[in-house]
Every structure is written in C-alpha cells, then in structure tokens.
C-alpha cells in the first residue's frame, strides 16, 4: 500500500491491516514512523512544509517497495508520506514491512526508509518561530546510506545461528556429533 495525503495516518491501524493482508505466515512486522523535528539551531521549527511531484511520487515509492519486496522475503509493505504543511512533532511517515523472519521485515523496513529519504521527489520546507524560513537540504550521510544498499548483498532469510562447539542440546546429544541412529554410507 503506497499513499501521499495531507491527513494524518492511525500507525496502528496501517499494521493491523498488513497484517490481516499478509496473512498467517507472517512472523513479525517492523514499522518506521517519522516526525517533523527541530533542525534549526537558532531558532525552533513552526512547520515543515512538504510539496511532492504527484504520479511520480507515488511511483517512485511503489519501485522503492517492489525492491525491498523483491531483495527479502517480505510478504507485504506499507507507505504512508505526508505532504502539506505540518506542524513541529505531527507524524510525516509511516513505513512498515511484514516478514515471516524479522532480519528480513527489519532489513525491508529500513532500505524502504533509506531511499524514500533520497529516491522521492519531496520537497521540504522549514519555518521557524521567528518568520525565517529556508528549503531543507538532502544530507550527504542519507545519500551514503542509500548508497550503501547497492553494495550491500541480501542476507538469506533463513539463516541459522550454529551452537557454541561442546554445547548440549535439550535431547542431550553434544553439538557436534553424529546420532548413533544416523546412517552410515557403505562403499
């Protein structure tokens, strides 16, 4: 689900409806929520004023998704942008992706963030409580981070952690060791 809407958004109802359209074989759903913060030094934030390029916006955000979908095992994905004017704290996003493993909803989860941040064609900008205003700038740090999934490579998810060597498992066999009820191979 990709929407862009000057409303704001009930984060708990978006997780319950992925939830209820992932279905069963989900194990855990990671969810983003962003707020407009105070980024000036010198004098705080009134509102942040975000503009959007509408149709491309909302494409660009369902490849993002389609990405993460594709790279993980992911079973659904949520996001939710805000545009307007929106005062200091209001909810701005909400991004969320559903996993039956929780390394691939937390991994999809923040590449979907990552690259909003950079991808998007939003547009910010700031008030402060003194009349100042000016366009908020994209950070060399979040095109670095963006940049950083590139060369990243998806990490199975299935990975399984081995027990320490010499560690006894609950049957009370050693790691380690054959069963005597395993099956040897003859010549």
Request: charged share 25%.
């Amino acid at each position: 689900m990709i929407s862009v809407q000057e409303a704001d958004f009930d984060g708990a109802a978006l997780t319950a409806a992925l939830r209820e359209r992932a279905g069963p074989g989900v194990g855990g759903i990671v969810t983003f929520v962003g707020y407009v913060r105070d980024y000036a030094p010198d004098s705080p934030t009134d509102t942040l004023f975000l503009e959007h390029y509408p149709g491309m916006c909302e494409r660009e955000l369902e490849e993002i998704a389609a990405t993460a979908r594709a790279r993980w095992s992911l079973d659904g994905t949520v996001i939710v942008h805000r545009v307007g004017a929106l005062p200091r704290n209001a909810q701005i996003v909400f991004v969320a992706a559903a996993s039956a493993h929780r390394g691939d909803a937390f991994r999809g989860c923040e590449y979907i963030i990552d690259a909003l941040k950079t991808r998007a064609p939003f547009w910010k900008r700031e008030t402060l409580a003194d009349g100042g205003s000016f366009w908020v700038e994209q950070r060399q740090s979040d095109q670095d981070r963006t940049q950083s999934w590139d060369e990243k490579a998806p990490t199975p998810h299935a990975t399984r952690l081995l027990p320490p060597e010499g560690a006894v498992f609950a049957s009370g066999r050693p790691s380690g060791k054959k069963s005597s009820t395993t099956k040897k191979e003859h010549p």
